[in-house]
């Protein structure tokens, strides 16, 4: 793959994540994020790829219902922007939730492939 993306290349890279959540699929998820990934919580609190990765690995958050809608995608190069609305119905910590996010998420070309690098979510 070029270092040129597309807009079809980061909408299926998207919906390979949006499966990956859902799945709580420890190997996709550590496949589509970069190491040095840097993602905002809507708590303000920053967290990296090794901390997304044990919420899901020790069954902290379950996703029961994802329904995602982009509202914009920028590419620059070899990185895309995108922002998006989801709305999201499941279990953190057993306790039930159900909220609607707003997110922007950063996506990047690289040899291995296409990465999430940052990106930030808050409630709206």
């Known amino acids: 793959m070029g270092t040129t993306l597309t807009e ?3 909408l299926e890279q998207q919906s390979k994540l949006y499966k990956a959540m859902k ?3 420890l190997g996709s998820l550590d496949e ?3 190491k040095d990934l840097l993602f905002v919580m809507p708590n303000g609190e920053v967290i990296t ?3 997304d990765l044990k919420t899901y690995r020790e069954g902290a958050l379950k996703i029961d219902e994802l329904r995602p809608e982009v509202e914009n995608l920028n590419i620059i190069d070899d990185l895309a922007v995108l922002t998006l609305t989801m709305e999201l119905k499941g279990k953190f910590n057993n306790v039930p939730f159900e909220v609607t996010y707003r997110y922007i998420r950063f996506w ?5 492939g296409i990465k999430v690098v940052g990106g930030s979510g808050i409630a709206i």
């Open 8 to 10: 079809r290349d980061i």
């Open 108 to 112: 990047k070309s690289f040899a291995e």
């Open 49 to 51: 790829k090794e901390i």
């Open 23 to 25: 799945d709580g699929d």
């Open 32 to 34: 589509l994020l970069h």
